[in-house]
């Protein structure tokens, strides 16, 4: 299955609106929002402790180190729906990966702040391969220096089954970020299929 190429300056975006038939995706979203061990995980900010405005996972090799918070865990292992969905990603984008970071978006209030996903831990030009099951949300992307470059902010809708594939400098020029919503929306998950480099790795708290 051939992506959608997205041109847009210093980044590559490739997207497949329908990766997953909707049949598929909705057994492995019902099976993902059961059966997984869904974390409430917090962030400290000007000294206080909130909770992070989503529910998260992270499975992968066992070896690979999430230092977050001052604790050290380790990767929950890899089951049959995760590596259903690990095997579809990497044929897709013929990337393999290590690990799998799970966002659980319960409502129309939850939401992953801006960001990009450039820790050291992942490399330089990472492949950050997203899929989204249940209900589409809006993802939107900002080039860092957008204001000053006169790049415009995009907005994508992400449809149950879709992956959307970020590589090259998506990373180090650009942020992206799930923004809340005041419609009545059903949950969504998210999984971001990453490579950690052996070793460690440092999670985002978004
Ligand atoms: O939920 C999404 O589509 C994005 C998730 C994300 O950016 C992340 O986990 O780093
Ligand atoms: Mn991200």
């Known amino acids: 299955m051939l992506p959608v190429n997205i041109h847009v300056p210093d980044a590559q975006l490739n997207f497949w609106p329908d ?7 909705e057994s492995y979203f019902q099976q993902l929002l059961s059966d997984t061990q869904w974390r409430q995980d917090k962030i400290t900010l000007f000294g206080r ?8 996972a992270w499975h992968g090799d066992q070896g ?9 865990l380790s990767p929950e ?8 969905l690990k095997e579809a990603v990497e044929q897709a984008c013929q990337t393999s990966f290590n690990t799998v970071l799970l966002n659980l978006y319960r409502d129309g209030s939850d939401s992953n702040g801006w960001h990009s996903d450039d820790e050291k831990e992942l490399g330089e030009q990472p492949v950050i391969a997203s899929l989204s099951l249940g209900q589409e949300r809006r993802f939107r ?9 006169g790049i415009q902010p995009l907005s994508l809708d992400l449809p149950s ?3 959307l594939v970020m590589s090259g400098s998506t990373q180090s020029c ?17 999984l971001t299929f990453r490579s950690v480099i052996h070793g460690s790795s440092q999670m ?3």
């Open 19 to 25: 990766l997953i038939s909707a049949q598929d995706g």
């Open 49 to 56: 402790l909130f909770d992070l405005p989503r529910l998260q």
């Open 64 to 72: 690979m180190i999430y230092r977050y918070s001052g604790l050290e």
């Open 77 to 84: 292992p890899w089951n049959p729906v995760l590596l259903a």
């Open 141 to 149: 992307l900002k080039h860092k220096d957008g204001k000053s470059r």
């Open 161 to 163: 089954g879709s992956l």
């Open 174 to 190: 650009w942020q992206h970020c799930i923004p809340k919503t005041s419609r009545t929306v059903s949950p969504r998950i998210n």
């Open 204 to 206: 985002p708290a978004l």
